[in-house]
């Protein structure tokens, strides 16, 4: 089995930064993609930010310049850097994982930590 921890989130204010956290433990043979997804009040689930294997990143528009996405693969962990945080920000951040686990990947997600970006 493979558990994903988050930590990092907590109440800021506009302009401020935040760094999230998500590390992976448990039966790991390695990490394809890691990424975050957030969800909103009253919103559908949408995807923030995905790092490969090989380090390639990719952002949704509206975080693009504010954002940063990186990982550490030596520690099963997967870090996103939020600068210039504004109201909108505000959601629950879930990473999300494609482990490879003997012949087989899946995805697997973390418990949610919520940020809240006030005005």
């Known amino acids: 089995q493979v558990r994903l921890v988050e930590s990092g989130g907590g109440l800021v204010q506009a302009g401020g930064s935040l760094r999230l956290s998500c590390q992976a433990s448990?039966?790991?043979?390695?990490?394809?993609?890691m990424g975050w997804f957030r969800q909103g009040p009253e919103k559908q689930r949408e995807f923030v930010a995905t790092?490969?294997?090989?380090?390639?990143?990719d952002y949704t528009d509206s975080v693009k310049g504010r954002f940063t996405i990186s990982r550490d693969n030596r520690k099963n962990t997967v870090f996103l850097q939020m600068n210039s945080l504004k109201p909108e920000d505000t959601a629950v951040y879930y990473c999300?994982?494609?482990?490879?686990?003997?012949?087989?990947?899946?995805?697997?997600w973390g418990q949610g930590t919520q940020v809240t970006v006030s005005s």
């Open positions: 999300r994982m494609s482990v490879v686990s003997g012949l087989t990947a899946r995805p697997y």
């Open positions: 448990g039966n790991i043979d390695s990490i394809n993609d």
């Open positions: 790092i490969s294997s090989g380090g390639s990143t």
